[in-house]
């Protein structure tokens, strides 16, 4: 790690102090992320706390994706508008103002408000984050760069559920929140201090009408889905199918004209890299597998099989802590061999472990989840970070704002989408099951009803996998062109 540190010298011939940099990164990321999942323990809590229904409390998720959905498309022109520190100061800032709003929230109203806060945070940095590790760091390094982000960003979610669930039985859920603030001001202090600006401004021409549709259509589709998932009138509904006809037209539109800017808010040009496509699409099936696996299996573990929070958080702690491990793992193995050998395997994994998980029910063994959980993590570790930098060292330095930004803002669309179709999924599974039961009144066919929903949710998982699968054999090592990185 310290090597990869240390290899801050960019082909630019611009000494940049990475140490710093990548502390006062990762330290903000890392907490960025814990609050994320560490929430997700504490929704059972939050339902019974405000005398919230499952489908209300699904919006302290949606809203966030959905503000990150509609900002992070933006960070490419912020990126090119505002210095690296500027950026930086401001995300840190919004995620301590949301952070503290959530810690004192005496209502669902003002959590909800947090969140979106917090959310706006997130979506500078996330953009941010990614830019300047392709800035400081020199293609044959970035691997290993990336690993040491992907160890951060996993291992974040991996102690969030069992903190949370500690916090949860001992205190109480808003101090998930009281314990991220002191460590985003020391992250936000450390960047005052030591943030470099690596990134160039080159102020590209704002345009309004790409902005407006970028909002409609990311933010539409969005909606659509995660309204979808509320599972009140499913996919059936007005509001579902007006926002997401209103989405899928406004992107279209949008990308239509971005097409035809000499300057374009986001440069769709990208796309003609095809390593950078395969590398997007299996970023888009790893968020989607990893949101719903991490959405339904806290579920099974507390409703199903009736773990206490800390219990539930404890079963999927070995899993995220292997994640974590094994990333920087990946990362070298992928400066030495390139993407193939790792991204197949890795996806054979994955949907062999979904498969497993698909047949689980309220007999299985805590042993028997926990292994999986733990397969389905080196799996995806195996997966993500190779194809993602894989793809974005296909970009020339000019393009690296713009290919950050669009990965970055279909990360967030695959969550909603995953998230969405694996709860509607899910509730037709219950809905289903309890419609077969004899006494569906019997408090003893809930769990069964859940349980058999859950499996659903797994086998679409094991679906997109499949699918990813396919699309992982078009996969090539990028020679990086020296001259492409000026």
């Known amino acids: 790690m310290q090597a990869t540190m240390s290899a801050g010298m960019q082909d630019t011939g611009v000494k940049y102090k990475v140490l710093p940099i990548m502390i006062s990164l990762l330290l903000s990321g890392f907490i960025g992320m ?3 999942t560490a929430l997700n323990v504490a929704l059972s809590d939050l339902i019974q706390v ?29 990126l090119q508008w505002f210095t690296t520190r500027q950026l930086f100061i401001a995300a840190v800032s919004f995620s301590v103002l949301g952070t503290f709003i959530a810690a004192m929230a005496p209502s669902f109203e003002m959590l909800m408000t947090a969140r979106v806060v917090q959310a706006i945070g997130t979506a500078l940095l996330l953009p941010l984050m990614f830019n300047t590790i392709l800035i400081i760091f020199p293609a044959e390094k970035r691997g290993a760069a990336m690993g040491v982000i ?17 916090l949860i039985d001992k205190l109480s859920w808003h101090w998930i929140f009281w314990l991220s603030l002191p460590f985003l001001v020391i992250a936000l202090i450390f960047g005052i201090f030591f943030m470099q600006n690596v990134s160039e401004i080159t102020k590209p021409r704002i345009d309004l009408i790409s902005i407006l549709f970028s909002t409609l259509g990311f933010g539409g ?9 509320e599972g009140e009138h499913g996919w059936g509904s007005t509001k579902v199918i007006v926002s997401m006809l209103i989405g899928i037209v406004a992107l279209l539109i949008f990308a239509v004209r971005q097409l035809r800017m000499q300057q374009p808010m986001m440069n769709l040009r990208a796309f003609k890299k095809p390593m950078f496509v395969v590398g997007t699409l299996m970023v888009f099936i790893c968020m989607m597998v990893i949101l719903s696996s991490m959405l339904v299996l806290p579920m099974f573990l507390i409703s199903g099989l009736g773990l206490s929070a800390l219990t539930a958080g404890l079963v999927m702690l070995p899993g995220g802590l292997i994640n974590g491990i094994m990333s920087p793992i990946m990362g070298g193995l992928f400066d030495k061999f390139g993407p193939k050998w790792l991204v197949i395997p890795g996806l054979v994994i994955v949907a062999a472990v979904l498969w497993f998980f698909s047949g689980i029910t309220t007999a299985s063994t805590l042993a028997l989840v926990i292994v999986l959980h733990s397969c389905l ?18 970009l ?13 803002t279909l990360q967030q669309v695959a969550g909603a989408i995953g998230t969405a179709l694996a709860v509607s999924i899910m509730t037709a599974g219950s809905t289903k099951f309890m419609e077969g039961a004899e006494n569906p009144l019997d408090p003893a066919n809930a769990p069964l009803a859940l349980t058999a929903g859950i499996q659903n949710a797994f086998i679409f998982a094991m679906v997109v996998a499949i699918i990813g699968l396919v699309v992982a054999f078009f996969i090539k090592r990028v020679k990086v062109d020296k001259a492409n990185q000026h």
């Open 221 to 229: 589709v969005v909606f659509g889905f995660s309204s979808a998932g």
């Open 34 to 36: 814990f609050s994320e």
């Open 377 to 394: 993590m080196v799996g995806i570790s195996m997966v993500w970070m190779p194809a993602q930098t894989n793809g974005l060292n296909q």
């Open 396 to 408: 020339p330095r000019e393009l690296y704002p713009d290919g950050t930004a669009i990965m970055n």
């Open 50 to 78: 405000f005398q919230i229904t499952p489908a209300t409390v699904q919006w302290l998720t949606t809203g966030y994706l959905l503000t990150l959905g509609i900002l992070v498309p933006i960070s490419g022109l912020l």
């Open 150 to 166: 992907g160890l951060v960003i996993m291992v974040a979610p991996a102690v969030g559920p069992t903190i949370a669930g500690l």
